[in-house]
């Protein structure tokens, strides 16, 4: 491990903007696109098993 | 050997398929970045001009090269699509394009954030950005334009075609450092030389894009499933999932 401490590490050398703005940004849009993947299959089989006992009936 | 692929590219056995690799996928993803991130951030030393501020190619580069290949995958989807009207092609090509533009997004992203300290801009219309930006907004187009056409099927025909003419530009950004004067730089890592970097930083940058990889076929596969029980959801197969029709015998 090459750093002295949390804050050195958070620090990046006076970079830490720039390197966390670009790693926190791709962390929050590949949590989304998992999370909209995830909530447009639980929608889409709703839909399927909505119209699937409509036709039952 | 013909016939194996036909096989699987009917939506009811990719469905099945598609629903066992993408678990492992997805973990695999997960492993890889780990991996990555330990490398890039806790062993590879500081680069000589850059200092810290260069780690941002870990991500930077892998989405970068994400971008363009899922494109070129879209464009791939689109031939066999066109050439062969199999009903499975339109629909990955569908799957792949939030995930493509997702990574073309966080390519300009990223690239803006090391810009502003290494060039004191964060943006310049130079041949690599502008190329880059042209193919953010041809996957925007893509996805506008499958949603706009009702009927499916003529909506990916015509994404098809948007696909592949746009397809030409992906060499353009590949090759745009070495064709045109650009303050971007070129390439770090190229088939014909030894890579212009240390070995722990090459490591990491190898691990972070694999992890793409992995978290993108994950996500194609999981996407194609969704779009699979929605166009087909008035078969029968469908009709007789557990998860649709309920767990009855």
Redesign the interface.
């Known amino acids: 491990m090459r750093w002295e401490s949390w804050s050195e590490f958070w620090y990046m050398g006076g970079y830490g903007l720039y390197v966390w703005g670009s790693m926190g940004m791709t962390a929050l849009l590949l949590l989304l696109e998992i999370w909209q993947a995830r909530v447009a299959h639980l929608n889409t089989l709703a839909l399927a098993r909505s119209e699937l006992f409509m036709e039952q009936e | 050997m013909t016939m194996r692929w036909f096989y699987y590219a009917a939506p009811q056995t990719f469905y099945g398929l598609a629903g066992r690799l993408w678990p492992w996928l997805a973990a695999l993803a997960l492993a890889l970045t780990l991996a990555g991130l330990w490398v890039g ?3 590879a ?2 680069d000589a001009q850059q ?3 260069y ?2 190619i870990f ?2 580069v892998p ?1 970068s090269w994400m971008s363009m290949i899922i494109y070129l995958a879209m464009a791939f989807w689109s031939v066999l699509g066109l050439t062969f009207n199999t009903r499975l092609s339109g629909m990955m090509t569908r799957a792949l394009a ?2 493509g533009a ?1 990574f073309a ?2 390519s300009l ?2 690239g803006a ?2 810009g ?2 290494m060039w004191g801009t964060w943006w310049v219309w130079d041949a690599r950005l502008t190329s880059e930006l042209i193919l953010f907004f041809l996957y925007l187009g893509y996805m506008a334009l499958v949603s706009a056409i009702d009927d499916v099927r003529r909506a990916d025909r015509a994404g098809a075609l948007i696909a592949i003419v746009g397809a030409i530009n992906v060499p353009i950004i590949y090759f745009s450092v070495k064709w045109w004067n650009t303050l971007h730089q070129g390439a770090s890592v190229s088939l014909t030389r030894s890579p212009s970097m240390a070995q722990l930083m090459l490591w990491g940058m190898l691990l972070m894009a694999l992890a793409m990889w992995a ?1 993108t076929l994950a ?1 194609v596969c ?2 194609v ?2 779009l699979i ?2 166009r087909e ?2 078969t029968d197969w ?2 007789a999932l557990p ?4 767990a009855k015998a």
Do not use: C, D, N
Not at chain 2, 243 to 246: K, P
């Open positions: 951030f806790g062993l030393p500081s200092g810290e501020g780690r941002i991500v930077h989405v939030p995930t997702m997004f966080l992203w990223t954030l090391w502003k300290p978290y996500m999981y996407r499933r969704t029980i929605e959801r008035h469908v009709q998860e649709v029709a309920g």
